[in-house]
């Protein structure tokens, strides 16, 4: 498997430099076809909790439905069932894209795919790339173990002494 990255620096808004980091991984023909036999495209390598991210993306999601439907409402005197429907899908699709966007959650396909990932500074984009290649390394290693799925595998429990046996109970 190998993991690409490229690099990229613009000039953001209000004169602030803006550092991207592009990164996708290009799996081998075995590895790709064990990614697909284990349905691995959808699990989550890096999970990031962002709270009130969603909830306040459907808030204002809301918000600019009612504000439009009021707007249009007062333009044309009138609001048709088909208009509103109009407005409120192609406000949820801005909204989703921004979901996607800026989420900190890195799936398995994100980084088949390739994805961009905006950041503040060099340093942020350093850490996001250590990340991703920690990540990237992890991946590789679940994929080599999945090669040896298949069948049964036979683990003997030994018991342990009884004072680490005890500890072991009583912790649960």
Known sequence: MDLLFRRN??????RRVQ?????????????????????MRDAILIETAQ???LKNLVILW????????????????????????????????FFFWIYHEFRE?????DLLHGRTFTCPSVVALLKKEAQLHSASTYLR????????????????????????????????
């Open 19 to 39: 550092f991207s980091l592009w990164a996708k991984t290009e799996p081998s023909e075995e590895e790709h076809e064990l990614l697909e036999r284990y349905r």
């Open 62 to 93: 809301l918000a600019l439905s009612v504000i439009l439907s009021i707007v249009v409402r007062i333009q044309i005197g009138s609001l048709p069932f088909s208009v509103f429907l109009t407005i409120v899908f192609t406000s949820g699709a």
């Open 141 to 172: 290693q679940v994929i080599e173990s999945a090669k040896h799925w298949d069948g049964t595998e036979h683990v003997t429990i030994e018991p342990l002494p009884k004072e680490r046996a005890w500890k072991m109970v009583r912790r649960g």
């Open 51 to 53: 709270e009130g991210f």
């Open 105 to 109: 959650t890195i799936y398995v396909k």
């Open 9 to 14: 620096q613009t000039a953001g808004r209000f």
